[in-house]
């Protein structure tokens, strides 16, 4: 989301060379949306992608569809969501243009919509599984209410919702155990929340001296305190920064212990467990 014009503005040769980067560090999915960028990003990266000596079965595409966006261009006046039959194939194809390449690994839908509709939607996708455009289907920002309605017909591998240290509510509404149940992937977005933005000070104290005990930086820190967690989350990290990314990797190392994990929970909840 933050390569193209609503981040760092990446142009194509420099996006070649962060994905060659990332990819030599062992990164090899990477999440799109077709609207990033005001529905321009896609292309870019489709284009940087090409220009390099990487075969495309060693890398993941992830990309979502379903906002759409105030858009001149494209006629849409007013922000919703469109999950026909049509416009999900319609964006499959034109993401599959974008980026390049004969298939999407994963096909994401990027919000629920009050107006799915669970059997149109299921048919679509299983048209396009059929067709070998996409790999596997999920969904982003879904209920487990909403998910078992479309695994009524067809099958939802990935959930990709906020999670971190500043939005816990997934750890304890049960999202999380529904996707261990049912086998769904969990994906992580903007794993650090609003930390290092937010004006709050008073959480620092603790989260230093934890991150001192794991010699180890606060962002590091926070990341191993979701992968600690028994749904095997996924973080995905937004940077531009090969030094970042370097960094990330090392929360993999960090154990947490059982009670340090619940005194960051009560510190990012302002309560103990009951």
Same mark, same amino acid.
């Given at each position: 989301?933050k390569?193209?014009s609503?981040?760092?503005?990446l142009s194509?040769?420099?996006m070649?060379?962060l994905?060659e980067?990332?990819?030599e560090?062992g ?7 077709d609207i990033?960028g ?16 990487i ?14 966006l105030?858009?001149?261009?494209r006629?849409i ?6 999950y ?14 974008n980026?390049?390449?004969?298939y999407?690994d ?8 009050p107006?799915?509709d ?11 599984l ?5 790999n596997?289907?999920g969904v982003?920002?879904?209920?487990p209410?909403q998910i078992s309605l479309l695994?009524?017909t067809?099958p939802?591998a990935?959930?990709q919702l ?11 509404n049960?999202?999380l155990?529904?996707?261990q149940?049912?086998g769904?992937?969990?994906q992580?977005? $903007?794993?650090?929340?609003? =930390?290092?933005? *937010?004006? &709050? %000070?008073?959480?620092q104290?603790?989260l230093? $001296?934890?991150?001192?005990? =794991?010699?180890c *930086?606060? &962002? %590091?820190?926070l990341l ?7 749904a095997?989350i996924k973080?995905v ?5 090969p030094e970042?990314i370097?960094?990330?990797k090392?929360?993999?190392e960090?154990?947490l212990?059982t009670e340090?994990w619940f ?6 909840r302002g309560?103990d467990?009951?």
């Amino acid at each position: 989301m933050k390569w193209g014009s609503w981040g760092k503005n990446l142009s194509a040769s420099a996006m070649s060379r962060l994905i060659e980067t990332f990819f030599e560090l062992g990164i090899n999915t990477f999440d799109h949306a077709d609207i990033y960028g005001d529905y321009s990003t896609e292309a870019v990266f489709g284009s940087a992608f090409s220009t390099l000596n990487i075969d495309r079965k060693e890398v993941r595409f992830i990309s979502k569809c379903g906002i759409q966006l105030v858009n001149e261009s494209r006629g849409i006046q007013r922000k919703h969501y469109e999950y026909s039959a049509q416009y999900i194939r319609q964006q499959v194809e034109q993401s599959l243009n974008n980026l390049q390449t004969e298939y999407l690994d994963v096909l994401l839908l990027h919000r629920p919509s009050p107006l799915m509709d669970y059997q149109e939607i299921g048919s679509i996708v299983t048209d396009l599984l059929q067709e070998k455009k996409i790999n596997q289907f999920g969904v982003s920002n879904f209920t487990p209410s909403q998910i078992s309605l479309l695994q009524k017909t067809c099958p939802v591998a990935i959930n990709q919702l906020e999670i971190s240290f500043a939005h816990p509510d997934a750890l304890l509404n049960g999202t999380l155990d529904f996707h261990q149940l049912y086998g769904i992937a969990t994906q992580a977005w $903007s794993p650090l929340g609003n =930390y290092f933005t *937010s004006n &709050d %000070q008073s959480m620092q104290p603790l989260l230093t $001296s934890m991150a001192k005990k =794991y010699e180890c *930086s606060v &962002d %590091q820190l926070l990341l191993a305190w979701l992968l600690k967690h028994p749904a095997n989350i996924k973080p995905v990290i937004g940077t531009t920064n090969p030094e970042h990314i370097q960094a990330a990797k090392f929360a993999l190392e960090i154990h947490l212990t059982t009670e340090d994990w619940f005194e960051l929970l009560a510190l990012s909840r302002g309560e103990d467990v009951a």
